[in-house]
Nanobody, 125 residues
């Protein structure tokens, strides 16, 4: 099973940017579909973005055009570049791995079997 560790969260003003990283160990990321999810207090964990094992990317409508997911196979790391952040983006962000290698990634948290501990993103007005 792959182990995941997120980093890069923090406090940023509205309109600013952050880049989250998800470092994997134990298995190579090319064997997984990788997803990013977020969860605000009192809310469900929501899909943000995903990148398939063949490099195709998918985004939630709320972040499309602002967030970019990418991978660095040499570093076995997945990134989430977040631009034009707004207070609605405040949440704890998690990366997750799905080994089913579907052409279209799942947007359901329960379909991902490995999760990191999350990193907090807070966007101030």
């Amino acid at each position: 099973q792959v182990q995941l560790v997120e980093s890069g969260g923090g406090l940023v003003q509205a309109g600013g940017s952050l880049r989250l990283s998800c470092a994997a160990s134990g298995r190579t990321l090319s064997q997984y579909t990788m997803g990013w999810f977020r969860q605000a207090p009192g809310k469900e964990r929501d899909f943000v973005a995903a990148v398939t094992w063949i490099g195709t990317t998918y985004y939630a409508d709320s972040v499309k055009g602002r967030f970019t997911v990418s991978t660095n196979n040499a570093k076995n790391t997945v990134y989430l570049q977040m631009n034009r952040l707004n207070p609605d983006d405040t949440a704890r962000y998690y990366c997750a791995a799905d080994r089913r290698l579907s052409r279209v990634p799942s947007r359901t948290p329960g379909d991902y079997e490995s999760w990191g501990q999350g990193t907090q993103v807070t966007v101030s007005t």
